[in-house]
């Protein structure tokens, strides 16, 4: 029961999750399979299982086992615990009846996704945080929730027990979890062992069975909700579903042929949470507010949100960034890059793209309110490849529909053409993503003056 509520406890901070769970505490660690969507959890109809291989009590028992022996018996004894770990977990692995399409998707990309609570694998992940922010390392996020690492990194024992051991003062790690490592770092081998398959990924959670507990009593219509949409409406402006719509409106529809569409990492909450919150920062000083928003899901006013992948808070802070037309003091552009490194070259382009859309939205509704009986713009966009002098680009269109009026007090005209070289520039290839292959493409702006019903 413990180890079913400890998963719904990591399921709490994660939008939408699938894959092996496991839970390292002092005394002991569980093991189990969840899928989280849409609101609706399943797990093992067998349950958790559980094991004394807690962080503490491994420590212990890996001490007692070589205590009073040569290295030669010792090494033995050690080889016969491990032996005996490896089939308990291999056992547990088939009894918990993981689904077959999680099998099948693990077979596919080479191995499983496993999210992992606890102290002792939080540990784990600060450790691993480390290494990715020292030695000429920038790794951008310090939050260890919906951290991520691939299985070279996540297995490479050798380098997290030579940084625990060399290094003086590390983030998050006491001196006890500093003494555990080699214990965390045997359990980390003997699963790399032990599952079939492998893991693929490794994703760090905060949660345990007090979140799980809550999380539970939820209804659904709840649970389904993306907790970075939710907690941004807080700052959200008075019309924020309309100025979505505009957003959306600047995303062209996939093709016919699939060949062309918008990344679907965005998600439509990394959108809803754009329009929300890029109004934020408007106040602050130009030297300022692209800063403030480029750290603000990071250590900013979105940091402390759970149910957000690292990922996500780079799309998001790359958008916002942008919104602010991307200027950026010198210090400030290496944690910029960093943020990029964690995300796709294609993603940050669109990313950048985007926030450049915002910014022209907040030029035509500065304070944030849209009427939707008299509606002042439409944006609707689509693919194209006959795009620049010749003809022959590819790239997509944004047409910008203003309400056609005898008297333009508010003067739309002037405000979207004096503001359209904003989103043309995410086109110039010099605003393309990436070295060896630059990611980008041309984007072309028509507007036109409608009748809006």
């Known amino acids: 029961m413990e180890g079913q509520i400890g998963a719904l406890g990591i399921a709490s901070g994660f939008l939408t999750m699938e894959g092996l769970v496991m839970d390292l505490g002092g005394g002991s660690t569980q093991i189990t399979w969840i899928i989280s969507r849409q609101g609706h959890i399943r797990t093992s109809t067998n349950g958790s299982f559980s094991f004394p291989y807690g962080a503490a009590a491994l420590t212990k028992t890996l001490a007692d086992i070589r205590k009073g022996k040569d290295e030669k018996d010792a090494d033995h004894a050690v080889e016969e615990l491990r032996k005996e770990m490896v089939r308990n977990f291999t056992d547990a692995y088939h009894r918990l009846q993981i689904p ?8 596919r ?35 260890i929730n919906g951290y991520t690492v691939g299985r070279e990194q996540f297995e490479d024992t050798k380098s997290i027990e030579k940084a ?23 359990l980390v081998n003997v699963l790399a062992e032990a599952i079939p398959l492998g893991i693929r990924e490794a994703h760090f959670c905060q949660g345990g069975v007090r979140e799980g507990y809550l999380f539970r009593e939820l209804p659904a219509s709840i649970r389904r909700e993306a907790p970075l949409e939710v907690i941004t409406r807080t700052f ?8 979505q719509e505009l957003i ?7 093709s016919k042929d699939g060949t062309k569409r918008f990344p679907p990492e965005f998600g439509g909450h990394v959108i809803e949470a754009f329009a929300n919150v890029m109004y934020v920062h408007m106040f602050m000083s130009k030297e300022t507010a692209s800063t403030a928003a480029l750290y603000s899901t990071s250590s900013g006013i979105l940091a402390s949100t759970l149910g957000v992948s690292h990922q996500d808070r780079a799309r998001l ?45 907040t030029c035509l509704y500065p304070s944030g309110k849209v009427d939707p009986s008299n509606l002042k713009v ?8 006959t795009l620049g002098k010749k003809g022959t680009k590819e790239g997509l269109v ?37 070295t060896d292959h630059p990611w980008g493409m041309k984007v072309e702006v028509r507007v036109a003056e409608e009748q809006i019903l």
Do not use: C
């Open 100 to 107: 077959q399409s999680m099998v099948e998707e693990a077979q």
């Open 109 to 143: 990309e080479g191995g499983f996704r496993i999210y992992l609570s606890g102290g002792g694998f939080r540990g784990w992940g600060y450790l691993l945080l480390y290494l990715n922010q020292s030695k000429g390392q920038h790794y951008p996020i310090s939050i």
């Open 164 to 186: 625990a051991r060399a290094a003086r003062d590390i983030f998050r790690i006491s001196d006890r979890r500093r003494s555990q490592v080699p214990a965390v770092a045997f």
């Open 236 to 243: 959200a402006p008075g019309s924020r579903l309309q100025i």
């Open 248 to 254: 959306r409106g600047a995303i062209p529809k996939t």
């Open 317 to 361: 802070a790359l958008m916002l960034q942008a919104r602010y037309r991307g200027e950026l003091p010198p210090r400030e552009v290496e944690f910029r890059d960093a943020l990029r490194s964690i995300i796709s070259p294609e993603q940050v382009w669109w990313a950048q793209y985007l926030g450049r859309v915002g910014f022209v939205i």
């Open 378 to 385: 439409l944006f609707s966009s689509s693919w194209s490849s």
């Open 398 to 434: 944004l047409n910008i529909s203003i309400r056609k009026v005898k008297h333009d007090p508010e003067k739309l005209n002037k405000v979207v053409r004096d503001n359209l070289k904003v989103i043309k520039k995410a086109g110039k290839k010099k605003n393309w993503v990436g």
